[in-house]
Structures are given as structure tokens and as C-alpha cells.
């Protein structure tokens, strides 16, 4: 397994455009999630998917953001006419099913698609 | 809902030096601690757990100890390698995710 892979690792584009990022989880987690980090700050949640089933969006995922995971395999995250504020890491984890909470489980994440709004 | 805070940084040390990153949390019983490193250009990686209180986590010379009393799950090596530089997550279960600190980032000197 190579674990979880984003593409594109980065992308530079101009305010207005959209921008889609791709990643691929580990083949047996069906769960994936999506954050976004800026500089000198950790982590933020902003959608997961359990399967093909979108069970919780942030109140950072505005209007201009749709995640998608068709098949419960891959996943999609599209920004609309991206703002200068969207520059950011888009990272992306997977996981198995199950609680959290425990420690069972453990989020793996990819390498991050890094997003440069001019 | 259930948070962590962690120690800012930067932190810059020599080679061999202790490292300590400090780490509390807010929560609802005893959920498991995690600390996730992130080295340049690269994802978060698990660096250690801790799934209830007492515990212990271990990993690449780095613990951490899950103290209920002190609601803290601090960081620490005690000699620090060059290859260590990277930046240091605390965090936390909330609900099916996980929620991190701000992350602190360690430079070592050799």
C-alpha cells in the first residue's frame, strides 16, 4: 500500500479561477477527511466522508467548497472562484471506520496539495 | 467541545539536548492523546498515542505520558538529532475527527 496520495502537490492560480485537488486513500479505510493547515497553525477540519457519504461539513467549508467522493474510493475537493484567503495545505487523511476516540483507529495522512491564490 | 493547547515555538536546540513541547488538553473523560509530526514538505505523521490515562507512549526516542491530574500529555526526547527538526502536533479526538494544537516547530542545531 502507498498509503494516502494528493494530487496535485502544488498549485498556483489566480483569483476568480477554480481549483479541484484529488486524493486517493488507503484502499481499505473508508473514511476520508479533509483539512486545511495555514502557516503557523495547526490542522483545521473541514469535511469527512464515511464511504460515498458526506456526514459532516465545517463551518469553514463556505458556498465556494464542494467535496465529493463518488464511489467511496477517491475523493474530490473543488474551490470556486478562489480568494487570496484560500491560499493554504489541503491535506487529506484516511481511515478505518470505528471510534476515534479510543485510539483505534488512527488517521494517516497524505502529503498535502498546497494551494497559492495570486 | 474538546480541545488541546500547545506550547508555541519556535523552539531552536543544540544536538543532544532535551527537547520538552508542552501539551494540555480540555475534554469530556478520557479520550486518547496523539502527538503527529510534520516533517519539511511532507504530511502529518503518527509519532506516538496514548489511548487512556497513565499511559505512556513511545516511539523514535520521543514519550509522552497521558497525566489526568495535570490534564497534560507533554512531549519529550532526551537528545535531540538534527533529522528531529519538524513540526510538532498535539492532539485530540472530537467526535470522528481529531483536533490539533497550533503545533510547535523545533529546529535543531548541530
Known amino acids: 500500500d502507498t498509503g494516502v496520495s494528493q494530487d496535485p502537490r502544488h498549485k498556483i492560480t489566480k483569483r476568480g479561477q477554480n481549483v479541484t485537488f484529488r486524493c486517493d486513500p488507503i484502499?481499505?479505510?473508508?473514511?476520508l477527511y479533509w483539512y486545511r493547515q495555514t502557516l503557523g497553525q495547526g490542522p483545521e477540519f473541514l469535511t469527512y466522508?464515511?464511504?460515498?457519504?458526506?456526514?459532516?461539513k465545517s463551518r469553514l467549508l463556505s458556498d465556494r467548497f464542494s467535496a465529493e467522493r463518488p464511489k467511496g474510493s477517491f475523493s474530490t475537493l473543488e474551490i470556486q472562484r478562489t480568494e487570496q484567503g484560500d491560499s493554504a495545505m489541503y491535506l487529506c487523511?484516511?481511515?478505518?471506520?470505528?471510534?476515534?476516540?479510543?485510539?483505534?483507529?488512527?488517521?494517516?495522512f497524505g502529503a498535502g496539495s498546497r494551494l497559492t491564490v495570486l | 467541545g474538546d480541545s488541546v493547547t500547545q506550547m508555541e515555538g519556535p523552539v531552536t536546540l543544540s544536538e543532544e539536548a532535551f527537547l520538552t513541547i508542552n501539551c494540555t488538553y480540555t475534554?469530556?473523560?478520557?479520550?486518547?492523546l496523539f502527538w503527529y509530526v510534520q516533517y519539511p514538505g511532507e504530511g502529518l505523521q503518527l509519532l506516538l498515542k496514548?489511548?487512556?490515562?497513565?499511559d505512556k507512549g513511545s516511539n523514535k526516542g520521543f514519550e509522552a505520558t497521558y497525566r489526568k491530574e495535570t490534564t497534560s500529555f507533554h512531549l519529550e526526547k532526551g537528545s535531540v538529532q538534527v533529522s528531529d527538526s519538524a513540526v510538532y502536533f498535539c492532539?485530540?479526538?472530537?467526535?470522528?475527527?481529531?483536533?490539533f494544537g497550533a503545533g510547535t516547530t523545533v529546529t535543531v542545531r548541530a
Open positions: 475534554a469530556t473523560g478520557y479520550p486518547s
Open positions: 496514548a489511548t487512556k490515562a497513565d
Open positions: 484502499s481499505e479505510h473508508n473514511r
Open positions: 466522508f464515511q464511504n460515498e457519504a458526506q456526514l459532516e
Open positions: 492532539a485530540l479526538p472530537n467526535d470522528y475527527k481529531l483536533s
Open positions: 487523511a484516511s481511515s478505518l471506520a470505528g471510534r476515534v476516540r479510543s485510539g483505534a483507529n488512527v488517521l494517516t
